[in-house]
């Protein structure tokens, strides 16, 4: 079982300021990279799904990089506003093609 | 608007119960899945699909049952609810595996 590690586990920063977290999976045997956004009282909704080493995506204001070579991926949200605050999952694709989840980061963005 | 239905949202039984949660999607998608996520933990895949009269054992072991018999329906069965089994159950569907999943909005499972 592929083990994937998401950090920090919460974060709080002010509106408008920019913030990352970090999501390490192992990289032997890697397919493919998920990042969602999982809002209170919503489903999780799918932000960018990674696959080649030094991948980059970008989704308005949150953008995310890839390094399958070292096993870890970056997110990044730009002039954070408080509609972003959500957990922050990330997902690594193992070999039966099925997804292992991180425990996630919990963003707070303070108006 | 959901492509994906979960029911119920919520749901409190007595424990010896037998319970089905339902999911159906009207997206088409061959692929599916139920994931267990107990509070501050993981999902853990308890369950997938890859087509109809196709289900497989998850990750993490579990007392539940899949069916699917149609595309668009996944519907998971504890024959005896204990509450062991209290927790958040997610089901998703994907077109393939080179495209995010489509989550349901979960069912919140409490067995008192």
């Not at chain 1, 969602?36 to 991948?55: C, H, I, Q």
């Not at chain 2, 409190?12 to 509070?39: A, F, N, R």
């Amino acid at each position: 079982i592929l083990n994937v590690e998401q950090s920090p586990q919460s974060l709080h920063v002010q509106e408008g300021d920019s913030t990352n977290f970090t999501c390490s999976f192992p990289s032997s045997n890697f397919y493919a990279l998920h990042w969602y956004r999982w809002e209170t009282a919503k489903s999780p909704e799918a932000l960018f799904v990674m696959t080649l080493n030094g991948d980059e995506k970008k989704k308005g204001r949150i953008s995310a990089t890839l390094n399958t070579k070292e096993g870890y991926s970056y997110l990044y949200i730009k002039g954070s506003q408080p509609e972003d605050s959500a957990t922050y999952l990330c997902a690594s694709r193992g070999s039966q093609g099925n997804l292992i989840f991180g425990k996630g980061t919990k963003l707070s963005v303070k108006p | 608007e959901a492509d994906i239905y979960q029911t119920p949202r919520y749901l409190v039984i007595g424990t010896g119960k037998k319970i089905t949660l339902e999911c159906s999607q009207t997206m088409g998608h061959d692929k599916m899945y139920w994931y267990q996520q107990d509070p501050g933990m993981e999902l853990h895949l308890i369950h997938y699909s890859y087509g109809v009269n196709s289900t497989e054992k998850g990750d993490l072991s579990s007392e539940s049952t899949v069916s699917r018999i149609r595309t668009e329906h996944f519907p998971l069965t504890l024959e005896s609810a204990r509450p062991s089994h209290t927790s958040q159950y997610l089901c998703a569907s994907s077109v393939d595996n080179n495209y995010g999943y489509t989550f349901g909005s979960g069912t919140r499972l409490t067995v008192v």
